[in-house]
């Protein structure tokens, strides 16, 4: 009797035995098996994820540091050089030696976030960079399209209107460039973009940048006899970058020998056919975009552009581009005027609601190499530069800049009536929109006086390489 309880005994524990053994056996496989979910995944529709931290900035600075603290008054006058640097040379930044940029680049690579992520962090920064802005006295941006004369026809042709009032968050506006499919770069695109950053030798603080087809050679010459003369000797760390969009070979022998320059064909054939429409100035955003990855500062320069021998004020401007992100031409002229209503479409807004911002000059500007200025300005500038639809529409020889020309001096002066759409900039109303729609009534804070350190001379040529 007491040997067949001790057989039961025996018997049950070894069924406990297999069914623990089961059970944990089964546990083990679901835990190697499913994928670990991480918190941030769970979010509601959070969007496709995308690479947040690549090698086109710096990881340490792209987290919502301010990178504008010490900014000063917007006239050159109140703004002063670092008194502590120890020369008057600009490019000589201890931080931005290639290693300690690999170091950053090799903690940041894989760091994946939704776009939702992407426009929190963008907002703040935004947010950021506005609380910096000094002139208190600035009114805040007020409706424009209520006024019917101001509406015009900006929803001519449509069943409604799109907006017709730019958002006062920070995180709306930046949603408002960077959520839409058509404003991102595409993984084809980007890819595109890394391989023209390639071509470039090295990784330096500052790359001027230029470009130029046969027809504004001579002009070019003119431009690069300035560089050389007047920027060359006080920078540092830097290399001057010349993109041929179209010269002859004899040409291009030329530039290459006499330059002082990273001499780089653009590569038309990858791209959409209509940037080779040079007049649509598509290729431009596409340069600055890429050539980010391989420098702190991208200086792009127009043909027309004459350096002076002015070398405080290019420091100042430099400068301020580091601290706000970008420093560029502007205008009084209001961009509506300036701009195709299409374009404005395509960003999903009415040109009405532009209607009180003074347009961008694209001929000089100046771009810091952080994360908002990437993500929240080239990358939009460079989509649209990437759709026809946006920056070179089919019917872009409809209307003459003269007659807006014209509407707009006989509104400012009689208040005369308001037509839009009679002259596309291409580019440069490109540039104005995302910029008026980030800074709003701000945007004279990220806007420079040219003047200054250059000027503005097309047709100005000169046989420098004779």
Request: proline fraction near 4%; glycine fraction near 4%.
């Amino acid at each position: 009797m007491a040997r067949c309880l001790s057989l039961t005994t025996v018997l049950k524990s070894l069924i406990t035995l297999v069914v623990l053994i089961t059970f944990m056996i089964a546990l083990i496989k679901t835990r190697v098996l499913e994928p670990h979910v991480p918190e941030r995944s769970l979010a509601r529709n959070p969007g496709p994820p995308i690479l947040l931290a690549t090698d086109s900035y710096h990881a340490k600075d792209s987290r919502l540091e301010r990178n504008n603290d010490g900014i000063e008054g917007s006239e050159f006058d109140k703004n002063k050089q670092d008194e502590s640097d120890d020369d008057d040379k600009i490019g000589d930044v201890e931080d931005n030696d290639d290693d300690s940029r690999n170091e950053d680049i090799s903690e940041s690579v894989g760091e994946v976030v939704s776009i939702k992520d992407e426009i929190e962090i963008l907002g703040n920064i935004l947010t950021q960079k506005l609380a910096a802005v000094y002139d208190v006295n600035i009114e805040p941006l007020k409706p424009t399209c209520r006024n019917k004369s101001v509406l015009a026809n900006s929803c001519e042709g449509s069943k409604r209107c799109l907006r017709t009032q730019l958002p006062d968050d920070p995180k709306a506006r930046v949603q408002q460039l960077v959520g839409p499919n058509k404003l991102r770069l595409s993984p084809t695109q980007h890819e595109l973009l890394r391989k023209m950053a390639k071509k470039v030798e090295g990784f330096y603080d500052i790359i001027l940048l230029t470009a130029a087809s046969s027809n504004h050679f001579n002009e070019s010459q003119a431009l690069l006899q300035t560089v050389h003369t007047n920027l060359f000797p006080i920078l540092k760390n830097f290399t001057l970058i010349f993109y041929d969009i179209g010269l002859t070979s004899q040409e291009k022998a030329l530039m290459m020998k006499n330059c002082r320059c990273q001499y780089l064909h653009f590569p038309f054939e990858v791209f959409p056919e209509f940037l080779r429409e040079l007049r649509c100035y598509s290729w431009k955003p596409v340069m600055i975009k890429s050539m980010l990855q391989k420098a702190n500062i991208i200086v792009w320069m127009d043909a027309s552009v004459r350096f002076l021998d002015q070398t405080e004020n290019i420091q100042v401007v430099i400068g301020n581009a580091r601290k706000r992100g970008v420093q560029i031409g502007g205008s009084n002229v209001i961009s509506a005027f300036r701009t195709f209503r299409s374009m404005y479409h395509f960003f999903g807004d009415e040109p009405c609601a532009y209607f009180a911002l003074g347009m961008a000059k694209a001929t000089f500007g100046i771009y810091h190499n952080e994360i908002f200025v990437d993500r929240a300005i080239l990358a939009p500038w460079a989509a649209c530069a990437l759709t026809a639809e946006c920056m070179c529409p089919p019917d872009r020889f409809m209307g003459t800049c003269r007659q807006s020309k014209d509407m707009f001096k006989l509104w400012r002066e009689q208040g005369g009536p308001i037509i839009y759409g009679l002259c596309h900039l291409y580019d440069q109303s490109a540039i104005s929109l995302i910029l008026h729609k980030l800074y709003q009534e701000s945007f004279r804070w990220v806007y420079c006086n040219t003047n200054y350190f250059s000027r503005i001379q097309r047709d100005d040529l000169a046989g420098y390489f004779s």
